[in-house]
């Protein structure tokens, strides 16, 4: 079956970096882009980017595009997202999403990063 | 950036009650909208997509209306499970943009 896996939580001070990872299973990753979300608490979905696994193309939301890269491993089924410069209302559980240019139909379990000092 | 504009923020209903949640896009989307439910503490899950059709395997009590920039979601009979929050979202064009939800509580 289809599943995305991501990385533990994190804890980062304001200013540093965190990288989280998103591993796909049970399909041909290199066929379907990945988007980036995030939820801060008790808010709603934001959308940060994609990324096309085969190609490593990217198209970020204008919000993120200085501080989010997006990177792709296909020898691991695995793509990344760096966030830098952290503040604390980056504070958020962050999701992966399987992304066929279309609904989003499969989604990692969240990683809650926390930046705080 | 097309923004969706979801209503109502909140509601209160109880077992077996019918409730209805509006989604309205700032412009035309065709069919390229989804609804997802989030429980707390957990990922979004679609339901429908197409503004109409169910994933495989959802219940038939969840009933997406509407095309262009007006959309509704129906849960004809709400169970257990479905107190929940909702989010319409579009994906017609990037940035992917969501309502703002609306969370459907116990009566």
């Known amino acids: 079956q289809v599943q995305l896996v991501q990385s533990g939580g994190e804890v980062k001070k304001p200013g540093t970096s965190v990288r989280v990872s998103c591993k796909g299973s049970?399909?041909?990753?290199?066929?379907?882009?990945i988007s980036w979300l995030r939820q801060a608490p008790g808010q709603g979905l934001e959308w940060m980017g994609w990324i096309d696994p085969d190609t490593g193309n990217t198209n970020d939301a204008q919000k993120f595009k200085d501080r989010v890269m997006l990177a792709t491993d296909s020898a691991t089924d695995t793509v990344y997202m760096e966030m830098k410069n952290l503040r604390s209302d980056d504070t958020a559980v962050y999701y992966c999403?399987?992304?066929?240019?279309?609904?989003?139909?499969?989604w990692g379990q969240g990683t809650l990063v926390t930046v705080s000092s | 950036d097309i923004q969706m504009t979801q209503s109502p923020s909140s509601l209160s209903a109880s077992l077996g009650d019918r409730v209805t949640i509006t989604c309205r896009a700032s412009?035309?989307?065709?069919?390229?909208l989804g609804w997802y439910r989030q429980k707390p503490g957990k990922a979004p899950e679609l339901l429908l997509y197409g503004a109409s059709i169910l994933l495989e395997g959802v219940p038939s009590r969840f009933i997406g209306t509407g095309s262009g920039t007006d959309f509704t979601l129906t849960i004809s009979s709400l169970r257990p499970e479905d107190f929940a929050t909702y989010y319409c979202?579009?994906?017609?064009?990037?940035?992917?943009?969501f309502g703002r939800g609306t969370k459907v509580d116990i009566k």
């Open positions: 049970g399909y041909e990753f290199a066929k379907f882009g």
């Open positions: 412009q035309n989307i065709g069919h390229y």
């Open positions: 999403a399987r992304d066929p240019s279309g609904p989003l139909a499969y």
């Open positions: 979202q579009q994906y017609d064009n990037v940035p992917r943009t």
